[in-house]
């Protein structure tokens, strides 16, 4: 998929499109995401919420609503955690957690799953998941391999801190396709949840 903005427009939505996550709950569109990036990406995003990064920052600049610092652009294609607040999952240290991807347009290439601090804007830790190459071949989602799109994470330990609440963290599914020369981002929102002590002998 590799149009001019005009062309673009002139497109059915359904008809372009790459990939998001889709379990658990990924960030959607929401009211946050037009105050904070104004309305030329959020109507980019909305005519197709699997497309790429690339492009929307000139779609931004001409945009006197856009926040470049609210908005983010580069960190979960700029959607904010205000519109997923209520899909933040809980979870605990060595948790393993389920993940399942559409992709809805392959582009080879590489990706990774990682955790991101959403103040620094920096990789927690090590990634969780990586695909140097390889990723996402083929022309038609039925020719991308199953653990491509449906693999488990598990939540490191010692994040109880920095990630407990939140919006503090988040984590990002991120894919680009080589040869399309193009970045997907999906974002899971979660915290750390301590593990219940072990229960104590208790005193009668
Ligand atoms: C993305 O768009 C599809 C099609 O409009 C919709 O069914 C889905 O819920 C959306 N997902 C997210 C995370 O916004
Ligand atoms: C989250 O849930 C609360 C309570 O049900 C609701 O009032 C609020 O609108 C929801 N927020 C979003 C972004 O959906
Ligand atoms: C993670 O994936 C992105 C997109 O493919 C890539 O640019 C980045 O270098 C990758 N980082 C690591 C450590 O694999
Ligand atoms: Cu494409």
Not at 157 to 166: I, S
Request: aromatic share 8%; net charge neutral; charged share 20%.
């Amino acid at each position: 998929m590799h149009f001019t903005i005009a062309a673009l427009f002139a497109l059915v939505p359904t008809v372009l499109g790459h990939g998001l996550i889709t379990s658990p709950p990924s960030r959607p569109i929401g009211p946050a995401l037009m105050q904070n990036c104004g309305p030329k990406v959020e109507q980019d995003i909305r005519l197709d919420n699997t497309s790429h990064v690339e492009g929307r920052p000139e779609l931004a600049a001409k945009d006197a609503m856009y926040n470049a610092a609210k908005c983010n652009l580069w960190l979960c294609t700029g959607l904010q955690f205000a519109d997923n607040v209520n899909n933040t999952q809980i979870w605990h240290a060595s948790q393993v957690v389920p993940i399942k991807v559409w992709i809805r347009v392959p582009h080879e290439g590489s990706a990774n799953v990682s955790i991101v601090d959403t103040k620094s804007n920096k990789v927690v830790g090590e990634m969780l998941k990586v695909w140097s190459e390889g990723y996402a071949p083929g022309k038609k989602e039925s020719d991308v391999p199953t653990d491509q799109k449906e693999f488990s994470v598990t939540v490191p330990e010692g994040l109880e801190e920095k990630c407990g609440a939140a919006g503090a963290c988040v984590l990002q599914w991120w894919w680009y396709g080589t040869i399309a020369k193009q970045t997907y981002e999906s974002c899971v929102d979660f915290r750390i949840k301590r593990k219940m002590p072990a229960q104590r002998a208790l005193h009668v």
